[in-house]
């Protein structure tokens, strides 16, 4: 029998282990570091009665048929019994702390409940401790006859058993086999799935081999690079495996590039060379495996544990090049669909009727919310709330869109890289209120074609039904009214009232009752539109379906009303003198019809318009103005996405 009294005792093991440094994670790493191909993992309950009592508790095995435990007694003591003192040095090996094995005392409730066999060369040595609390450990290394009872029915070289498992350090709720296997499984993922994906090592639990596609968002599989180099070339397969939300990677296993000979023998590691995305709700943790007969003469393992080598190699780095920009394409479309389905999930309570590109155009402008809210499960109602709320920021409001949201998330300027997305397609923001608009006016038009057209156009009143439409649609004339109110302009007044109240003319009292004696004054124009900025004053007048735009008509206005406004102009001086135009409007016009005076030259025009000729124009710029939205909307759809990724990300 061997007996080796260590430096260190429990006391201090029970201080320096953290609960982070897992028994199981550690037998499983060391397995693999002693180059095996299989490990298999058993929880089982068992139960010792008593005379009085019954003790239930759970067990533990874990083998593997690697190289084993070296039993001769100087490399035993060397390798095995030295505390934070490790031999390992290949940069492939998971351990090199010195620690790992000592964790497997924590795991018990006792480590006397340790025990680990080893099968060399025909001879099974078996391992325990002695632990006292204020005495060094001592481990025990002596040759065994003993029939080992394991639920593990494979071959092996290394046994690890622990009976009367503690469950304090485990992250289970209840004991019951269900729960300890999700648990050893989800620890084994998180640290592991590289390997496991490379197919270089198999881990069962409880007889289920772990099977990487269960815990994966996409995998792509043999994807072909060829990397020329002078006059050769040389051809790699490689996996792209990114994880799902079930895989909480370690820190430092987040992204690696394995390299495998074609022998399915690891070579070397590297990481990925892709920037981690800033988005906190979408990790995008991945792993990629490399293939290659290029790797079967040449093994980057050998030295210190840094990179240089394999980033150093011309192959490697044009290759890492190949595979970075391809995995950022991969990670970028996953991306956009996920952000795509949870705005969907959103939108869906605006029963949005637009096309594809405003209703992605929604989803940009909704990334600040979905990244804040999209992960949570939130009621429907709560869902509802959400965007609505967004639909009448971005309707109401564009022009304070970015600082609602911030105020609203309590977003700080530069703490969410999805409000500066949104800022950097700002343009895509006013586009989108601006479309709903204009498609909305194209609709209005095309009613109100059937309105002053159609076949019931000759039963329309002019001032009952034509007024209350027209006067609040003045856009419908031009664009000089798109900012035009119902406030500003005076319908069905009478010009006498329009001189009074208006403050587009400025009179004393004296001259107004000058101006009213001396003028028909009671005359009512259908709209009249005062627009200071550039000293026009616009009357329209309507004329009911049927009744044809006439000379005499175009005539009867300027003896109503233009004559009148332009003699008050003369009151005035060169520069304040107001132009005027009128417009005589109904469904048709007479064929020598003419547009009375120039606005230039006479300072006054009068034009004869039927409502087709008004509609199509209208129709016309607006559609225009939808088609630019649109280019615009398909310029900016997810412009800047990858860019801002790549930008706003941290390296790993």
């Not at 099968?119 to 401790?129: P, T, V």
């Not at 060379?273 to 988005?279: E, S, T």
């Not at 594809?356 to 499960?377: C, D, Q, S």
């Not at 006498?496 to 009512?524: G, P, R, W």
Request: glycine share 4%; aromatic share 10%.
């Amino acid at each position: 029998m061997g007996i080796f009294d260590t430096k260190v005792t429990f006391k201090t093991i029970k201080n320096d282990i953290k609960k982070s440094d897992s028994a199981i994670r550690e037998a499983v790493a060391n397995a693999i570091d002693a180059k095996c191909k299989n490990i298999y993992i058993y929880i089982y309950p068992e139960q010792d009665k008593g005379y009085l009592l019954t003790h239930n508790y759970f067990c533990l095995d874990i083998a593997d048929d690697g190289e084993g435990i070296p039993t001769d007694p100087n490399e035993f003591e060397n390798v095995f019994c030295q505390y934070r003192v490790s031999t390992k040095q290949e940069k492939t090996n998971y351990g090199r702390r010195g620690k790992g094995r000592y964790t497997y005392l924590t795991l018990t409730k006792s480590p006397d409940n340790v025990a680990i066999f080893t099968k060399k060369n025909q001879q099974i040595n078996k391992i325990s401790f002695q632990c006292k609390d204020r005495e060094k450990i001592k481990i025990f290394n002596e040759s065994t006859t003993e029939k080992i009872i394991t639920k593990i029915k494979q071959p092996y070289t290394t046994l690890i058993q622990f009976k009367d498992l503690s469950r304090e350090q485990l992250t289970i709720d209840e004991e019951n086999i269900e729960n300890y296997i999700d648990d050893i499984k989800n620890e084994i993922i998180s640290f592991f799935a590289d390997r496991i994906a490379s197919k270089s090592i198999n881990i069962y639990v409880n007889d289920d081999l772990i099977k990487i596609e269960q815990y994966t968002e996409k995998i792509i599989k043999e994807y072909k690079v060829t990397i020329e180099n002078e006059d050769l070339s040389y051809s790699f397969i490689v996996d792209f495996y990114i994880w799902n939300n079930h895989v909480k990677l370690k820190s430092d296993r987040q992204k690696h590039v394995l390299f495998f000979d074609d022998k399915n023998v690891l070579k070397a590691i590297a990481p990925s060379g892709k920037n981690k995305l800033a988005f906190s709700s979408f990790k995008q943790n991945h792993s990629i495996i490399v293939k290659s007969k290029y790797f079967d003469n040449i093994d980057y393992i050998e030295d210190s544990d840094d990179y240089s080598n394999v980033l150093t190699d011309k192959i490697i780095k044009k290759l890492r090049s190949e595979i970075t920009f391809y995995l950022e394409s991969v990670l970028i479309n996953i991306y956009k669909s996920k952000i795509d389905k949870v705005s969907d999930e959103y939108l869906r309570f605006l029963k949005l009727s637009q096309d594809e590109i405003t209703t992605r155009a929604y989803h940009a402008v909704m990334l600040p919310f979905i990244e804040k809210f999209g992960g949570k499960n939130l009621s429907d109602d709560i869902k509802s709330i959400i965007v609505n709320l967004i639909d009448t920021l971005l309707k109401e409001a564009p022009e304070s869109y970015l600082s609602n949201i911030g105020t609203i998330l309590k977003l700080k300027p530069d703490d969410n890289d999805k409000l500066r997305y949104v800022e950097e397609n700002y343009g895509m923001i006013r586009a989108i209120s601006g479309k709903e608009k204009d498609i909305k006016r194209v609709d209005f038009l095309n009613t109100f074609s059937e309105l002053v057209n159609g076949k019931g156009r000759g039963s329309v009143k002019e001032r009952t039904m034509l007024h209350h439409v027209v006067d609040k649609n003045l856009w419908i004339f031009g664009e000089e009214f798109e900012n035009i109110s119902y406030k500003d302009i005076s319908s069905d007044v009478s010009l006498k009232t329009i001189l009074t109240e208006q403050e587009m003319y400025q009179f004393d009292s004296a001259e107004l009752e000058e101006i009213i004696s001396e003028h028909k004054t009671n005359k009512v124009p259908d709209i009249f539109i005062p627009i200071d900025k550039n000293n026009i004053i616009y009357i329209i007048e309507l004329k009911k379906p049927k009744v044809k735009i006439s000379q005499k008509i175009v005539n009867e206005i300027m003896d109503k009303y233009v004559k009148t406004l332009n003699e008050i102009n003369k009151k005035y001086g060169v520069g304040d003198k107001k132009k005027i135009y009128a417009i005589a409007i109904s469904d048709t016009k007479t064929e020598n019809v003419f547009t009375m005076g120039s606005l230039e030259t006479d300072g006054l025009t009068i034009v004869p318009k039927s409502w087709d000729e008004i509609i199509n124009a209208a129709r016309l710029r607006y559609t225009k103005k939808i088609d630019d939205l649109n280019h615009k909307l398909k310029q900016s759809k997810w412009k800047d996405l990858e860019s801002l990724v790549l930008e706003h990300s941290k390296e790993e």
